[in-house]
């Protein structure tokens, strides 16, 4: 699986809590600032303002906040609301300095990070535009004729306000869609590896489709011949008619024994004949062909394996025979060592291999991922049993599939 990317940057608090916490701040600047006699238009101790002045303010201050609750959902329209706020407070009090809230602050570097360049590009340039020309008409009601210092002063107090916080948003909003893109591409890569995996499992379910035919057809051929040729001599010979009977009820038995353990399988492909399904007296067959890379390779067996259902014989082959196939294509010339375990209850496979002793061979293609472990962990699963795979303590590779005998834990 892909490592997963780090969660998308995002503000610690919902919109609800922002609302509060930017009200607070935002009526505690107001007061803080009057307590100190910050103000832009008039000079002296203190600011030239009212006690209705302040807590009208106050109370356009702290409504201000509220539209910070569609911040995330509709931030053009919270914003819009926030500046008209700001707006009437500055005409309540006369003074810019003392209602340039956080609020505002945060209004636009919300609607920056939270819209297209154009949006918040054109939302900013105007605010800012309609800023700066209600406070050159306040310069001209309080102070008279306007200077180029004066104008400058407002440009050079209006323009900070809009472009510091478009600058953050800016850095807020790329780093955010870098991390919504880098999850997506994560989502996606998943999405192709579970297609690959879940196309390699119907792949392999067809595979062992195709080979439940071969191990079945045999049984089934036979109750059909036993059934015709019990339906010819059924009244001539009665007698040879109730040995065929019985015949064909041992083979149906056995037959929906083998179908039990393999239940479930999907078949999307018609069957190919014709070809014998290999079980584990073929395995003498299979160590010949690969001991010429493995010199090494022994073989314990204990208790008989000869009565195994044709299903768990097959398993317990391929299991061994993509166990050596890995072993051939990771571990060259390593020492191997296949044991099968036979009980009353279940039937123990395991693969061991050290690790490799020769060098790759020329031309050998790059180790990639295959579906080979997938393959023989769903035909233990299949038959009720588990797979275990790992590194071993020596450096090599162990394989472990337990197979249950009981009838009923397979079915």
């Known amino acids: 699986m892909p490592a997963q990317p780090a969660a998308p940057p995002r503000l610690l608090l919902p919109d609800p809590a922002w609302a509060v916490l930017l009200g607070v701040a935002s009526v505690g600047y107001f007061l803080l600032t009057i307590a100190v006699g910050t103000s832009f238009f008039t000079h002296g101790p ?79 340039g105007v605010a800012a535009g309609i800023d700066t020309t209600v406070q050159l008409v306040l310069g001209v009601m309080f102070g008279g004729v306007l200077t180029p210092v004066a104008v400058l002063a407002v440009l050079t107090r209006v323009v900070p306000t809009y472009l510091a916080p478009c600058l953050a948003g800016l850095l807020y909003g790329s780093q955010r869609r870098r991390a919504e893109l880098a999850a997506a591409q994560t989502e996606a890569l998943r999405e192709a590896a579970e297609a690959q995996t879940a196309a390699a499992v119907a792949s392999e379910r067809n595979r062992m489709a195709r080979e439940l035919h071969d191990v079945a057809a045999h049984h089934l051929s036979g109750i059909l011949l036993q059934t015709r040729a019990a339906i010819r001599v059924r009244e001539s010979d009665p007698r040879t008619t109730g040995v065929l009977l019985e015949s064909i009820q041992s083979e149906g038995e056995l037959t929906m024994l083998n179908l039990r353990e393999v239940i479930g399988v999907l078949r999307e492909d018609s069957p190919v004949a014709g070809v014998p399904a290999p079980t584990l007296a073929s395995l003498p ?7 010429d890379l493995h010199p090494e390779l022994a073989l314990a067996v204990t208790g008989d394996l000869h ?45 061991r291999n050290a690790a490799a002793t ?27 049993g588990v797979l275990e795979t790992g590194p071993a303590p020596d450096g090599g590779w162990r394989t472990l599939a337990v197979i249950p005998l009981d009838r009923q834990v397979a079915a």
Request: proline share 7%; aromatic share 6%; hydrophobic share 45%.
């Open 46 to 124: 203190g600011p030239s303002v009212t006690a209705g002045s302040v807590w009208g303010s106050v109370a356009v201050l702290a409504a201000q906040s509220v539209p910070m609750l569609w911040r995330t959902r509709r931030p053009v329209l919270s914003f819009w609301l926030v500046f008209a706020c700001f707006l009437a407070a500055t005409a309540i009090s006369i003074d810019r300095n003392l209602t340039v809230s956080p609020t505002l602050l945060f209004a636009v570097f919300s609607v920056t990070a939270r819209t297209r360049t154009r949006t918040w590009a054109t939302t900013a």
């Open 307 to 351: 009565d195994l259902s044709p299903a768990t014989s097959l398993a317990c082959f391929r299991i061994i025979q993509e166990s050596l196939t890995n072993a051939r294509k990771h571990a060259p010339g390593g020492a191997v060592t296949v044991v099968i375990q036979r009980n009353p209850r279940e039937v123990v496979v395991e693969v």
């Open 285 to 291: 067959t299979l160590l010949a062909a690969v001991r």
């Open 358 to 384: 020769d060098p790759a061979p020329p031309g050998a293609p790059e180790s990639r991922r295959g579906y080979g472990l997938v393959g023989m962990r769903e035909r233990a699963a299949m038959l009720g």
